[in-house]
């Protein structure tokens, strides 16, 4: 399994692909003043547990280091794994 990345303009998605298969996913959009608003992650109750959901989290922090964003942890999940990781708080918005 592996993480893929697929965005547009303004919004975008970090994915598990499990040999095509989606295992779960990370959505977010950007808005014009440079936020990446993660509202949703998801993974598949088969691979729950196994630390996915904080791996998506950590690309988006990656992407959003690369690209000059700070990110806004709409969805549940995210905002929990910014309260647990200060080493992320470079990009928090």
Request: with cysteine.
């Amino acid at each position: 399994m592996q993480i893929k990345h697929h965005n547009s303009k303004d919004d975008g998605i970090f994915y598990i692909d499990d040999n095509g298969k989606r295992m779960g996913d990370m959505r977010y959009m950007i808005s014009d003043i440079k936020e990446m608003d993660i509202y949703h992650t998801e993974v598949d109750p088969q691979i729950e547990g196994q630390n996915w959901g904080s791996q998506l989290i950590e690309a988006a922090v990656n992407y959003a280091r690369e690209k000059q964003l700070k990110i806004v942890p709409s969805c549940t999940f995210a905002k929990a794994i910014f309260a647990r990781h200060k080493e992320y708080q470079d990009v928090l918005a």
